[in-house]
Nanobody
Framework: QVQLVESGGGLVQAGGSLRLSCAAS????????MGWYRQAPGQQRELVAT???????NYADFVKGRFTISRDNAKNTAYLQMNSLKPEDTAVYYC?????????????WGQGTQVTVSS
């Protein structure tokens, strides 16, 4: 079982920055793909960015050039650096862990952290 705990959300003005963290329990972090997703009120949850166990990154078009996903395997932690934030980035941000590349079907989710960007 993997437990994920997000932190770092908050209220920021447009143009500002936040850094989200996702701390994972267990010993499989190094072989897991980590992802950040977000869900705004009344909207479906959407992919923001992923990083594979080998460090290969993937971003949604709407965050390219503004957000950076990274990971520190020694700390079992994934990060999402968010710069040039816009009001439309307001959402609950969730961390996800999976090892589907290795054939394991389970996804693990954190509880989410609120990000609010004021105009």
């Amino acid at each position: 079982q993997v437990q994920l705990v997000e932190s770092g959300g908050g209220l920021v003005q447009a143009g500002g920055s936040l850094r989200l963290s996702c701390a994972a329990s267990g010993s499989i972090f190094g072989t897991s793909r980590m992802g950040w997703y977000r869900q705004a009120p009344g909207q479906q949850r959407e992919l923001v960015a992923t990083i594979s166990s080998r460090g290969i990154t993937n971003y949604a078009d709407f965050v390219k050039g503004r957000f950076t996903i990274s990971r520190d395997n020694a700390k079992n932690t994934a990060y999402l650096q968010m710069n040039s934030l816009k009001p439309e980035d307001t959402a609950v941000y969730y961390c996800k862990s999976d090892r589907r590349e290795l054939g394991y079907p389970n996804d693990y989710w954190g509880q989410g952290t609120q990000v609010t960007v004021s105009s």
